[in-house]
């Protein structure tokens, strides 16, 4: 019997918050506030998934079974996110409290971060009279987080099983009811890291020049990382 599944799944997540936070002059016995000031923040987050594949089932000569599973997978995170803090209003009404109508200290930040991940993979499983099993594994894995020439990375896997219970000298001893030997290798990759680590950074500060006066300029904070590549381990069991 030959079965033929095609799946196609796209999820997506999105968060945003907005926060007025607002503290009038106040004064009393025990605390003070001179001072009218707002803090205005902005979060907007979307996140969103896509995962194709196709899984083919078939038989050969009555005991050889076969499974391939072809598929890919993409992802991204993008977040948006600032604030704004303004002091010193002539009116306290939470109507008039906006940046715009401070006469006092003003600041604000802001930042657009994210990632993106793509993968390609492929698998084969087989199954021989349910005697001899295997099991291959190739996925090809490029992240956004990691240096120009190294954001993709292959990770391959194999699984071999050889149930010996299903032998007929093992059977004839009546001992054991389910005794396998098992072999195992895979390549397993990590990408737990901030994003924008392989880019250089710039900051801006006020410098001295000719002397004492200052002037506002920017330098290099942090030199980027062109070689920084997927962290990869490898593992091998056997059983």
Do not use: C
């Given at each position: 019997m030959?079965?033929?599944?095609?799946?196609?799944?796209?999820?997506?997540?999105?968060?945003s918050?907005?926060?007025?936070?607002?503290?009038?002059?106040?004064?009393?016995?025990?605390?003070?506030?001179?001072?009218a000031k707002?803090?205005?923040s902005?979060?907007?987050?979307?996140?969103?998934?896509w995962?194709?594949?196709?899984n083919?089932?078939?038989?050969?000569?009555?005991?050889h079974?076969?499974?391939?599973?072809?598929?890919?997978?993409m992802?991204?995170q993008?977040?948006i996110?600032?604030?704004?803090?303004?002091?010193?209003?002539?009116l306290e009404?939470?109507?008039?409290?906006w940046?715009?109508?401070?006469?006092?200290?003003?600041?604000?930040s802001?930042a657009?971060?994210?990632?993106?991940?793509?993968s390609?993979f492929g698998k084969v499983?087989?199954?021989?009279?349910?005697?001899?099993?295997?099991?291959?594994t190739?996925?090809?894995?490029g992240?956004?987080r990691?240096?120009?020439?190294n954001?993709?990375?292959?990770?391959?896997?194999?699984?071999l099983?050889?149930?010996?219970?299903?032998?007929?000298?093992?059977?004839?001893?009546?001992?054991f009811?389910?005794?396998?030997?098992?072999?195992?290798?895979?390549?397993?990759g990590?990408?737990a890291?901030p994003?924008y680590r392989?880019?250089s950074?710039?900051?801006?500060?006020?410098y001295?020049m000719y002397?004492?006066?200052?002037?506002?300029?920017?330098?290099i904070?942090?030199?980027?990382?062109?070689?920084?590549?997927?962290e990869?381990?490898?593992m091998?069991?056997?059983?």
């Amino acid at each position: 019997m030959k079965v033929l599944v095609i799946r196609s799944n796209f999820g997506i997540d999105h968060y945003s918050s907005f926060i007025n936070a607002m503290t009038k002059t106040f004064h009393s016995d025990i605390v003070n506030n001179d001072i009218a000031k707002t803090t205005l923040s902005h979060n907007n987050e979307t996140n969103w998934t896509w995962s194709n594949t196709a899984n083919y089932n078939f038989r050969l000569a009555d005991k050889h079974d076969f499974t391939v599973l072809l598929g890919t997978e993409m992802s991204k995170q993008s977040v948006i996110d600032f604030s704004a803090y303004s002091e010193e209003y002539t009116l306290e009404d939470k109507d008039y409290m906006w940046p715009n109508a401070a006469t006092g200290t003003m600041r604000n930040s802001g930042a657009k971060v994210g990632y993106r991940l793509a993968s390609f993979f492929g698998k084969v499983n087989y199954n021989w009279d349910d005697l001899l099993l295997a099991s291959f594994t190739i996925r090809h894995d490029g992240s956004s987080r990691f240096g120009a020439g190294n954001k993709w990375a292959g990770f391959p896997s194999v699984g071999l099983a050889w149930r010996i219970n299903e032998e007929s000298f093992v059977k004839d001893l009546g001992v054991f009811y389910n005794l396998k030997l098992r072999f195992g290798y895979g390549r397993s990759g990590n990408t737990a890291i901030p994003s924008y680590r392989s880019l250089s950074t710039i900051a801006s500060s006020f410098y001295p020049m000719y002397g004492s006066d200052l002037s506002y300029g920017a330098s290099i904070d942090r030199p980027a990382n062109p070689s920084l590549r997927w962290e990869t381990t490898d593992m091998v069991n056997l059983g």
